[in-house]
């Protein structure tokens, strides 16, 4: 059984801090692409930062460029996403997403974390 399951989320003042963790069982973690999308409310979902399966090449969305980094370790089988530098637009659902790259049917979802950034 797949399970997907982020940590971390909570509320940051803007300027501040924040990590994810996602921990994922059931699947070849070291197979998979890990990334993290989010969502904030009345928009779309959108990719925040990916990385390969092995590690060595991670995409990042303009809007997270230079503050955010996206990292995993593959004997914990588990993805993060440390966050600085954080603004109030910051502020959304982050879910955790793991995908096979030559099988778009393995496909899968955490339940999300809630950021918030305010002052």
């Known amino acids: 059984q797949v399970q997907l399951v982020e940590s971390g989320g909570g509320l940051v003042q803007p300027g501040g801090s924040l990590g994810l963790s996602c921990a994922a069982s059931g699947f070849t973690f070291y197979n998979y692409a890990m990334s993290w999308y989010r969502q904030a409310p009345g928009k779309e979902r959108e990719l925040v930062a990916s990385?390969?399966?092995?590690?060595?090449?991670?995409n990042y969305a303009d809007s997270v460029k230079g503050r955010f980094t996206i990292s995993r370790d593959n004997a914990k089988n588990t993805v993060y996403l440390q966050m600085s530098s954080l603004k109030p637009e910051d502020t959304a659902v982050y879910y955790c997403n793991a995908r096979l790259p030559w099988d778009s049917r393995r496909d899968y979802w955490g339940q999300g974390t809630q950021v918030t950034v305010s002052s």
């Open positions: 990385i390969t399966g092995a590690g060595g090449i991670t």
